[in-house]
């Protein structure tokens, strides 16, 4: 069954956005930009269009959380064995885009299991999939290329990547998906905890201009940071949202185009 979208949170760069659903998949993300083509498609089709999941190998009791003036989410896990956070953030670009997610357990022993299903071109195109020990996993497909560092072994099956790693309290794991043009070299490798840091810094002090005073003031600063995330840095330009083509109500038919994202204002 569907995510109701109100059981998606927004992470971004101000350049872009991911859905993250409350089960721990990234069901929509068009990269590089807003109005790029989606690499992750389940939210308009199925798993098979797209997504990437990391969740508990046991039933869970799941709570959520934006750490208090950021974007960063945090995904609690918790299971009869244990408790563990999943957070994800995208960092502000330098040279490159990132979607960062990064496990940590708490308390007791959990097991996870990871799905990384790349379609390019809402759902349509099957990536070139290849191996490099010091790069990371690499999917091109036409112009675009994701690569994939991670600290947990990946294997291939039927056109997707997997993992399953166990973590104990006080250890985790990290996964770092990067966009690059494919005809150029591989990013190079980034330190994920810094760009956490940094990451948490930004949206920090950009709150802290926000001057408001009241009853509201969380909520209102919620919604501030969330139109952040939706606008284009690089000339100021608000989109309507982060997605496309959503029905209005669950098994209805979408109405829109999916090749285009809903803006506001040109970007």
Excluded at 161 to 180: D, P
Aim: charged content about 20%; hydrophobic content about 40%; proline content about 6%.
């Amino acid at each position: 069954m569907p995510l109701r979208i109100e059981d998606y949170g927004i992470i971004g760069d101000c350049e872009t956005a991911a859905l993250v659903g409350r089960d721990g998949s990234i069901d929509w993300l068009c990269w590089p930009r807003f109005d790029s083509g989606a690499c992750f498609c389940a939210l308009l089709g199925s798993p098979e269009h797209g997504r990437w999941t990391i969740a508990p190998t046991s039933p869970a009791r799941i709570t959520r959380r934006y750490r208090p003036d950021t974007l960063i989410l945090e995904t609690r896990f918790e299971t009869d064995s244990g408790v563990a956070v999943l957070v994800d953030f995208m960092p502000l670009r330098r040279t490159h885009p990132h979607l960062i997610r990064m496990i940590t357990a708490e308390q007791g022993h959990i097991s996870f299991a990871t799905e990384l299903v790349i379609r390019f071109g809402y759902g349509e195109t099957v990536p070139w999939v290849t191996r490099n020990e010091n790069a990371g996993l690499r999917a091109v497909a036409g112009p675009d290329m994701l690569l994939l560092r991670s600290s947990v072994a990946l294997r291939g099956k039927n056109l997707k990547t997997f993992g399953e790693f166990a973590l104990s309290a006080g250890e985790s794991a990290s996964f770092v998906l990067t966009y690059s043009p494919s005809h150029l070299p591989d990013p190079a490798a980034v330190d994920a905890s810094k760009l956490m840091e940094e990451t948490d810094q930004f949206w920090r002090q950009w709150s802290s201009t926000c001057n408001i005073t009241g009853s509201w003031t969380e909520p209102v600063k919620r919604s501030l940071i969330t139109l952040k995330a939706l606008t284009y840095a690089p000339t100021g330009g608000l989109v309507a949202a982060a997605t496309t083509s959503l029905p209005e109500q669950l098994a209805a038919h979408a109405t829109g185009t999916i090749g285009t994202a809903g803006c506001a204002t040109p970007l």
